[in-house]
Protein backbone atom coordinates (compact mmCIF):
# COMPACT_ATOMS: atom_id res chain seq x y z
CA UNK A 1 0.00 0.00 0.00
CA UNK A 2 1.53 3.35 -0.97
CA UNK A 3 0.63 6.49 0.39
CA UNK A 4 1.41 9.86 -0.51
CA UNK A 5 0.84 12.34 2.39
CA UNK A 6 1.70 16.22 2.63
CA UNK A 7 1.07 17.93 5.98
CA UNK A 8 -1.57 20.42 6.15
CA UNK A 9 0.10 24.14 6.83
CA UNK A 10 -3.48 25.33 7.98
CA UNK A 11 -7.29 24.32 8.47
CA UNK A 12 -6.63 20.94 9.69
CA UNK A 13 -7.61 18.94 12.63
CA UNK A 14 -5.82 16.58 14.96
CA UNK A 15 -8.09 13.53 15.59
CA UNK A 16 -7.11 10.70 18.00
CA UNK A 17 -6.50 7.23 15.98
CA UNK A 18 -8.79 5.63 18.74
CA UNK A 19 -12.09 7.47 16.64
CA UNK A 20 -10.92 6.94 13.19
CA UNK A 21 -10.36 2.95 14.00
CA UNK A 22 -13.21 2.64 16.34
CA UNK A 23 -14.90 -0.60 15.97
CA UNK A 24 -18.10 -0.12 17.30
CA UNK A 25 -18.87 3.40 15.40
CA UNK A 26 -19.87 4.04 11.99
CA UNK A 27 -19.17 6.21 9.22
CA UNK A 28 -21.63 8.55 10.11
CA UNK A 29 -20.57 9.10 14.13
CA UNK A 30 -17.01 9.38 13.18
CA UNK A 31 -18.15 12.01 10.68
CA UNK A 32 -20.92 13.64 12.92
CA UNK A 33 -17.89 13.70 16.11
CA UNK A 34 -14.91 14.86 13.82
CA UNK A 35 -16.82 17.73 12.17
CA UNK A 36 -17.72 19.01 15.86
CA UNK A 37 -13.75 18.34 17.24
CA UNK A 38 -12.87 20.74 13.75
CA UNK A 39 -15.04 23.51 14.69
CA UNK A 40 -13.25 26.78 15.80
CA UNK A 41 -13.53 28.00 19.31
CA UNK A 42 -16.59 30.18 19.79
CA UNK A 43 -18.46 28.39 17.29
CA UNK A 44 -21.90 27.11 18.73
CA UNK A 45 -23.30 24.17 16.31
CA UNK A 46 -25.52 21.61 17.78
CA UNK A 47 -25.13 18.23 16.53
CA UNK A 48 -28.26 18.30 14.73
CA UNK A 49 -27.28 21.16 12.56
CA UNK A 50 -23.85 19.54 12.12
CA UNK A 51 -25.56 16.36 10.66
CA UNK A 52 -27.72 18.90 8.37
CA UNK A 53 -24.59 20.08 7.32
CA UNK A 54 -22.26 16.82 6.87
CA UNK A 55 -25.39 14.99 4.52
CA UNK A 56 -26.78 13.13 7.73
CA UNK A 57 -30.08 11.31 7.20
CA UNK A 58 -32.26 11.94 10.24
CA UNK A 59 -32.02 7.83 11.29
CA UNK A 60 -28.55 8.04 10.94
CA UNK A 61 -27.72 11.00 12.89
CA UNK A 62 -29.93 9.41 15.78
CA UNK A 63 -28.38 5.89 15.11
CA UNK A 64 -24.08 8.07 15.11
CA UNK A 65 -25.43 10.25 18.06
CA UNK A 66 -26.54 7.10 20.51
CA UNK A 67 -23.41 5.13 19.53
CA UNK A 68 -21.00 8.50 20.20
CA UNK A 69 -23.35 8.28 23.35
CA UNK A 70 -22.83 5.03 24.54
CA UNK A 71 -19.13 5.10 24.34
CA UNK A 72 -18.52 8.56 25.35
CA UNK A 73 -17.74 11.33 23.58
CA UNK A 74 -20.81 13.10 23.63
CA UNK A 75 -23.08 14.36 26.72
CA UNK A 76 -26.30 16.08 26.98
CA UNK A 77 -28.33 18.04 29.92
CA UNK A 78 -31.22 19.69 30.23
CA UNK A 79 -31.96 22.32 32.22
CA UNK A 80 -35.32 24.55 33.27
CA UNK A 81 -34.74 28.41 32.92
CA UNK A 82 -35.68 30.97 35.22
CA UNK A 83 -38.68 31.35 33.11
CA UNK A 84 -39.70 27.89 33.28
CA UNK A 85 -38.30 27.18 29.58
CA UNK A 86 -35.98 24.05 28.94
CA UNK A 87 -32.88 23.96 27.32
CA UNK A 88 -30.08 21.31 26.23
CA UNK A 89 -26.08 21.66 26.28
CA UNK A 90 -24.38 19.36 24.22
CA UNK A 91 -20.66 18.35 24.60
CA UNK A 92 -18.54 16.74 22.93
CA UNK A 93 -14.74 15.14 23.64
CA UNK A 94 -12.24 13.88 21.83
CA UNK A 95 -11.88 10.84 24.38
CA UNK A 96 -14.18 8.49 26.73
CA UNK A 97 -15.63 10.11 29.80
CA UNK A 98 -17.42 9.03 31.85
CA UNK A 99 -20.79 10.44 33.47
CA UNK A 100 -18.99 12.22 36.61
CA UNK A 101 -15.71 13.47 33.95
CA UNK A 102 -18.26 15.00 31.88
CA UNK A 103 -19.69 16.85 34.50
CA UNK A 104 -16.62 17.78 35.82
CA UNK A 105 -15.82 19.13 32.43
CA UNK A 106 -18.91 21.03 32.20
CA UNK A 107 -18.16 23.07 35.35
CA UNK A 108 -15.09 23.45 35.14
CA UNK A 109 -13.95 21.29 37.57
CA UNK A 110 -10.66 18.87 38.24
CA UNK A 111 -12.11 15.20 36.96
CA UNK A 112 -13.20 13.56 40.08
CA UNK A 113 -10.79 10.88 41.67
CA UNK A 114 -12.04 7.23 41.99
CA UNK A 115 -13.09 6.70 45.62
CA UNK A 116 -11.88 3.14 47.23
CA UNK A 117 -14.81 1.23 48.16
CA UNK A 118 -14.53 -1.37 51.38
CA UNK A 119 -10.71 -0.94 51.31
CA UNK A 120 -10.35 -2.11 48.01
CA UNK A 121 -8.00 0.44 46.08
CA UNK A 122 -9.98 1.40 42.51
CA UNK A 123 -7.55 1.85 39.66
CA UNK A 124 -6.76 5.42 38.44
CA UNK A 125 -7.75 6.85 35.13
CA UNK A 126 -5.17 5.97 32.37
CA UNK A 127 -2.25 9.57 31.83
CA UNK A 128 -2.71 11.33 28.74
CA UNK A 129 1.11 10.90 26.88
CA UNK A 130 3.44 13.63 27.18
CA UNK A 131 4.43 16.39 24.62
CA UNK A 132 7.88 16.18 23.46
CA UNK A 133 10.58 13.40 23.64
CA UNK A 134 9.85 10.09 25.33
CA UNK A 135 11.34 10.85 28.87
CA UNK A 136 13.28 7.27 28.37
CA UNK A 137 15.54 9.35 26.47
CA UNK A 138 15.99 12.50 28.79
CA UNK A 139 16.41 10.59 32.30
CA UNK A 140 20.23 9.57 32.83
CA UNK A 141 20.15 5.31 33.04
CA UNK A 142 21.56 3.83 36.72
CA UNK A 143 22.63 0.34 37.81
CA UNK A 144 21.74 0.76 40.77
CA UNK A 145 19.60 -1.81 41.84
CA UNK A 146 15.88 -1.32 42.87
CA UNK A 147 14.85 -0.96 46.24
CA UNK A 148 12.82 -3.50 48.19
CA UNK A 149 9.37 -1.62 48.30
CA UNK A 150 9.93 -1.41 44.65
CA UNK A 151 11.05 -5.22 44.03
CA UNK A 152 7.89 -6.33 46.07
CA UNK A 153 5.26 -4.00 43.60
CA UNK A 154 6.96 -5.47 40.89
CA UNK A 155 6.48 -9.22 41.84
CA UNK A 156 3.38 -8.77 43.54
CA UNK A 157 0.72 -10.32 40.95
CA UNK A 158 -1.87 -8.23 38.97
CA UNK A 159 -5.68 -8.87 40.15
CA UNK A 160 -6.72 -10.09 37.18
CA UNK A 161 -5.48 -9.72 33.12
CA UNK A 162 -6.60 -10.03 29.75
CA UNK A 163 -4.02 -12.60 29.51
CA UNK A 164 -5.05 -14.60 32.09
CA UNK A 165 -8.50 -15.64 31.02
CA UNK A 166 -9.23 -16.68 27.60
CA UNK A 167 -9.93 -14.45 25.18
CA UNK A 168 -13.48 -16.46 24.25
CA UNK A 169 -14.67 -15.66 28.08
CA UNK A 170 -13.16 -11.99 27.95
CA UNK A 171 -15.61 -11.73 25.30
CA UNK A 172 -18.52 -13.40 27.04
CA UNK A 173 -17.70 -11.09 30.08
CA UNK A 174 -17.98 -7.87 28.01
CA UNK A 175 -21.05 -9.11 26.67
CA UNK A 176 -22.65 -9.73 29.84
CA UNK A 177 -21.18 -6.42 30.78
CA UNK A 178 -23.02 -4.61 28.05
CA UNK A 179 -26.20 -6.24 28.57
CA UNK A 180 -26.43 -5.79 32.44
CA UNK A 181 -25.15 -1.69 31.25
CA UNK A 182 -28.66 -1.49 29.06
CA UNK A 183 -31.14 -3.14 31.18
CA UNK A 184 -30.10 -1.54 34.35
CA UNK A 185 -30.12 2.01 34.08
CA UNK A 186 -28.21 2.94 36.89
CA UNK A 187 -25.23 0.66 36.34
CA UNK A 188 -24.61 2.57 32.64
CA UNK A 189 -21.29 1.97 31.47
CA UNK A 190 -19.26 3.52 28.87
CA UNK A 191 -17.46 1.01 26.00
CA UNK A 192 -14.42 2.08 27.88
CA UNK A 193 -15.72 0.65 31.07
CA UNK A 194 -16.99 -2.39 29.57
CA UNK A 195 -13.26 -3.18 27.81
CA UNK A 196 -11.77 -2.13 30.84
CA UNK A 197 -14.43 -4.55 33.38
CA UNK A 198 -14.49 -7.45 30.58
CA UNK A 199 -11.76 -9.42 32.25
CA UNK A 200 -12.99 -9.63 35.76
CA UNK A 201 -16.55 -10.77 34.07
CA UNK A 202 -14.80 -13.21 32.53
CA UNK A 203 -12.86 -14.39 35.38
CA UNK A 204 -16.19 -15.09 36.89
CA UNK A 205 -17.11 -17.22 34.22
CA UNK A 206 -13.80 -19.27 34.11
CA UNK A 207 -14.04 -19.87 38.25
CA UNK A 208 -17.90 -21.48 36.85
CA UNK A 209 -19.86 -18.45 37.48
CA UNK A 210 -23.29 -18.33 34.94
CA UNK A 211 -24.43 -15.26 33.59
CA UNK A 212 -27.43 -15.46 36.09
CA UNK A 213 -24.94 -15.41 39.06
CA UNK A 214 -23.23 -12.41 37.71
CA UNK A 215 -26.25 -10.31 36.82
CA UNK A 216 -27.94 -11.20 40.25
CA UNK A 217 -24.67 -10.22 42.24
CA UNK A 218 -23.94 -7.03 39.78
CA UNK A 219 -27.51 -5.83 40.28
CA UNK A 220 -29.08 -7.14 43.74
CA UNK A 221 -29.16 -4.22 46.35
CA UNK A 222 -28.45 -1.33 43.95
CA UNK A 223 -29.11 2.40 45.89
CA UNK A 224 -31.03 4.48 44.42
CA UNK A 225 -28.23 6.51 43.01
CA UNK A 226 -25.30 5.56 41.91
CA UNK A 227 -22.10 8.28 41.56
CA UNK A 228 -20.07 5.56 39.78
CA UNK A 229 -21.40 2.81 38.06
CA UNK A 230 -17.84 1.69 37.00
CA UNK A 231 -16.69 1.86 39.99
CA UNK A 232 -19.23 -0.22 41.85
CA UNK A 233 -19.24 -2.75 38.77
CA UNK A 234 -15.96 -3.00 39.46
CA UNK A 235 -15.91 -3.30 43.94
CA UNK A 236 -18.67 -5.87 43.21
CA UNK A 237 -16.81 -8.03 40.53
CA UNK A 238 -13.66 -7.91 43.18
CA UNK A 239 -15.27 -8.34 46.77
CA UNK A 240 -17.99 -11.02 45.12
CA UNK A 241 -15.52 -12.78 42.92
CA UNK A 242 -16.62 -16.80 43.37
CA UNK A 243 -14.02 -18.87 44.83
CA UNK A 244 -11.64 -21.02 42.78
CA UNK A 245 -13.07 -24.33 42.19
CA UNK A 246 -11.07 -27.39 44.36
CA UNK A 247 -9.24 -30.01 42.60
CA UNK A 248 -12.36 -32.55 43.03
CA UNK A 249 -15.29 -30.06 42.17
CA UNK A 250 -12.67 -29.65 38.64
CA UNK A 251 -12.29 -33.48 38.39
CA UNK A 252 -15.78 -34.01 37.01
CA UNK A 253 -16.08 -31.22 35.04
CA UNK A 254 -12.67 -32.70 33.34
CA UNK A 255 -13.56 -36.26 32.69
CA UNK A 256 -17.92 -35.07 31.22
CA UNK A 257 -17.86 -35.40 27.84
CA UNK A 258 -17.92 -32.38 25.53
CA UNK A 259 -21.45 -32.08 24.19
CA UNK A 260 -20.55 -32.77 20.49
CA UNK A 261 -18.94 -36.05 21.59
CA UNK A 262 -21.49 -38.22 20.91
CA UNK A 263 -22.42 -36.91 17.92
CA UNK A 264 -22.66 -37.93 14.16
CA UNK A 265 -22.52 -35.92 11.09
CA UNK A 266 -25.39 -36.76 8.74
CA UNK A 267 -24.28 -38.17 5.11
CA UNK A 268 -27.63 -36.71 3.51
CA UNK A 269 -27.55 -33.72 1.03
CA UNK A 270 -26.93 -30.58 3.20
CA UNK A 271 -25.62 -27.14 2.37
CA UNK A 272 -23.36 -26.98 5.54
CA UNK A 273 -22.53 -30.24 7.83
CA UNK A 274 -25.03 -31.20 10.04
CA UNK A 275 -24.66 -32.86 13.57
CA UNK A 276 -27.22 -35.23 14.97
CA UNK A 277 -26.80 -37.36 18.15
CA UNK A 278 -27.89 -40.97 17.12
CA UNK A 279 -30.07 -43.17 18.73
CA UNK A 280 -29.78 -46.77 17.29
CA UNK A 281 -26.98 -46.37 14.75
CA UNK A 282 -27.91 -43.84 12.26
CA UNK A 283 -26.46 -42.02 9.63
CA UNK A 284 -29.45 -39.81 8.40
CA UNK A 285 -30.47 -36.82 11.22
CA UNK A 286 -34.53 -37.17 11.82
CA UNK A 287 -35.14 -35.02 8.91
CA UNK A 288 -33.54 -36.65 6.35
CA UNK A 289 -35.10 -39.77 7.49
CA UNK A 290 -38.55 -38.48 7.76
CA UNK A 291 -38.25 -37.08 4.14
CA UNK A 292 -36.79 -40.54 2.65
CA UNK A 293 -39.79 -42.03 4.54
CA UNK A 294 -42.30 -39.63 2.89
CA UNK A 295 -40.22 -40.39 -0.71
CA UNK A 296 -40.62 -44.40 -0.32
CA UNK A 297 -44.65 -44.06 0.43
CA UNK A 298 -45.06 -41.78 -1.97
CA UNK A 299 -43.16 -44.70 -4.63
CA UNK A 300 -45.49 -47.43 -2.78
CA UNK A 301 -48.48 -45.35 -3.20
CA UNK A 302 -47.29 -45.08 -7.33
CA UNK A 303 -46.45 -48.82 -7.10
CA UNK A 304 -49.68 -49.56 -5.72
CA UNK A 305 -51.98 -47.82 -8.33
CA UNK A 306 -49.87 -48.95 -11.57
CA UNK A 307 -50.90 -52.79 -10.24
CA UNK A 308 -54.46 -51.84 -9.82
CA UNK A 309 -54.36 -49.94 -13.00
CA UNK A 310 -52.70 -53.31 -14.73
CA UNK A 311 -55.01 -55.91 -13.05
CA UNK A 312 -58.29 -53.84 -14.29
CA UNK A 313 -56.92 -53.42 -18.01
CA UNK A 314 -56.39 -57.63 -18.05
CA UNK A 315 -60.19 -57.94 -16.30
CA UNK A 316 -61.67 -55.67 -19.39
CA UNK A 317 -59.12 -57.40 -22.14
CA UNK A 318 -60.37 -60.94 -20.79
CA UNK A 319 -64.05 -59.70 -20.54
CA UNK A 320 -63.83 -58.44 -24.67
CA UNK A 321 -62.33 -61.68 -25.42
CA UNK A 322 -64.71 -64.18 -23.82
CA UNK A 323 -67.55 -61.42 -25.65
Not at 100 to 119: F, S, V
Not at 263 to 280: D, I, K, N, S, Y
Amino acid sequence: MLRHVIAPARFFSQVPNEIIRHPRLSSDAVRLLTWQLSLPDGVDQSLSETAKRAGIGKTSFIRAKRQLADEGYIFEWRRQGEGGRWSTMQMVSNVCLTAEEAAAARDGLPAPAARPADGIPAVGEPKGRAVGRSQDNTRAKTDHPPTRAAAEVSSAPAEVTPGQVPAPLVERGAQALAAISHTERRLRLTGRDVRTLAPLAGEWLLRGATLRDLRDDLTAGLPERVHSAAGLVRDRLLRKMPEVPSFAEQEPLARAAPRAAGMRECRGEHTQPRLFTPVAGEVLCPHCRQDRAEAAQDVSGAIQATLRGAATVRAVLRGGVAG
